[in-house]
């Protein structure tokens, strides 16, 4: 009698579970929620859980202390946040993303300081304090700006006040960026990675990031400058920097990318133009820093992995000729 219930127990027990193995197989496997990641690849609802008092992002929505946990542009932080927030506006007209798009403008009119530039990381300490072009941050913000002031795309549905202070917030960007044009032997030239945010004078960040000039982010900024009203002082200034990547410009060479490493082989018959990442200032000299902040003139005598690690030659301006 026992053996026949213990049997008939242990073929009830083998049927459940080939019927949860069958509805397991139809049913999707469940992900785990995590807040990890930044805002080019969270969910739309991670980005809403992740909006900081201020009502600025963070990079990586997993750090939680010092400076990288602070609302920042870094990284494409905050302006992807509100862009996608927009969009998402746009699609379900679900009200929580347009109210949390806005307080993320207000964050960036906010962030911006009185001389129209934008640091890297609100209220941030050491170099994340100067006005950062670097991989255009300051000038996505102002594109983004640019798009809420004239209630263009996903920002038709931002009032008239926040238009207008985006407005004026670009305004004032426009004239940090002239402001802030390095004049080197009596010209206008280009522009740093960063700039000091009380002299406006090029600052350096990382330690392989001296002051100089660079043919990258100038470009960015030369690009946006020509979206601009065209007046005198912007012609010169874009007119000037397209002069000095005339002047830098470098022939002759090609950057050769092996498995481990990045060389510079010279190659009279390469006549297409390509340019260095940074410029020393006063000289026009291609530069190239390793970790230990020591400016060099060569790649080749940096060490590997900051040849490796970094864009130290491109071809950023050929898309302004």
């Not at 990641?37 to 900081?52: C, F, P, V, W, Y």
């Not at 549905?157 to 080197?184: E, M, P, W, Y």
């Not at 990045?262 to 530069?287: H, M």
């Amino acid at each position: 009698m026992m053996k026949r219930m213990f049997s008939r127990y242990v073929s009830a027990i083998l049927a459940f579970t080939v019927v949860l193995s069958a509805v397991g197989l139809l049913l999707p496997p469940v992900s785990p929620v995590s807040a990890d990641g930044d805002g080019t690849t969270a969910s739309i609802e991670q980005i809403l859980r992740n909006q900081r008092p201020d009502g600025g992002w963070r990079k990586d929505y997993s750090v939680t202390s010092g400076e990288w946990a602070k609302s920042t542009i870094d990284n494409k932080a905050t302006y992807t946040e509100i862009r996608r927030l927009a969009a998402e506006y746009t699609k379900t007209r679900d009200s929580r993303y347009s109210d949390a798009a806005v307080r993320g403008i207000h964050f960036l009119l906010n962030m911006q300081y009185a001389n129209g530039g934008w640091p890297q990381i609100y209220q941030g300490t050491g170099y994340h304090r100067h006005i950062t072009y670097n991989d255009n941050a300051m000038i996505n913000v102002m594109m983004l700006l640019d798009d809420v002031a004239n209630r263009s795309g996903d920002f038709a549905f931002v009032n008239t006040s926040l238009a207008d202070q985006s407005r004026a917030a670009v305004t004032r960007g426009v004239d940090c960026i002239l402001r802030t044009q390095v004049v080197a032997g009596g010209r206008l030239t280009a522009w740093g990675q960063q700039h000091d945010s009380v002299s406006l004078a090029p600052a350096g960040a990382r330690s392989y990031e001296v002051p100089s000039l660079t043919a990258s982010e100038s470009t960015g900024i030369v690009r946006f400058l020509k979206t601009r009203p065209q007046t005198s002082q912007i012609r010169a200034s874009i007119q000037a920097a397209e002069a000095w990547f005339q002047t830098v410009k470098i022939t002759g060479i090609r950057v050769v990318k092996t498995n481990d490493d990045v060389i510079v082989v010279e190659d009279p018959s390469v006549t297409t133009p390509i340019w260095a990442r940074f410029y020393e200032i006063g000289t026009n000299r291609p530069i190239f820093v390793g970790r230990d902040g020591i400016v060099k003139y060569r790649l080749s005598e940096i060490e590997q992995e900051r040849r490796t690690g970094y864009s130290w030659y491109g071809n950023w301006p050929a898309s302004l000729f």
